[in-house]
């Protein structure tokens, strides 16, 4: 992520996406993966809307493209659908997607 740009706040994309997580002591410059991790799985277009203008839709593609390490195979689906530029081959999780299912630990 560019050093130069500030993030002050993320409040607009709703608490019920971090429901898990304190927002107010949320290091949003640090924590953009996780973020934007989290908006791809389980959030709208408005908020899809939201990350691309808070973090540029440069450094949202590239995070999902190469820094997220794991997304479920309907969330990789999801990206691409926000992003149609997105080729599922070009994804880093879906490179190193395996045959069988994933268990929760």
Known sequence: ???EQKLTDISTL???LFWDTDINNLDY???YVPIIARVIERGDQ???DEIVRLYSKEIVLFTICK???FLPNYAIKRAIRFFPELRKEDI???QNRKTESYHWI
């Open 29 to 31: 410059q640090k924590a």
């Open 67 to 69: 820094e997220i390490k």
């Open 92 to 94: 880093l999780c879906y």
């Open 1 to 3: 992520m560019k050093k």
């Open 14 to 16: 709703g608490t019920q």
């Open 46 to 48: 408005s908020e899809i």
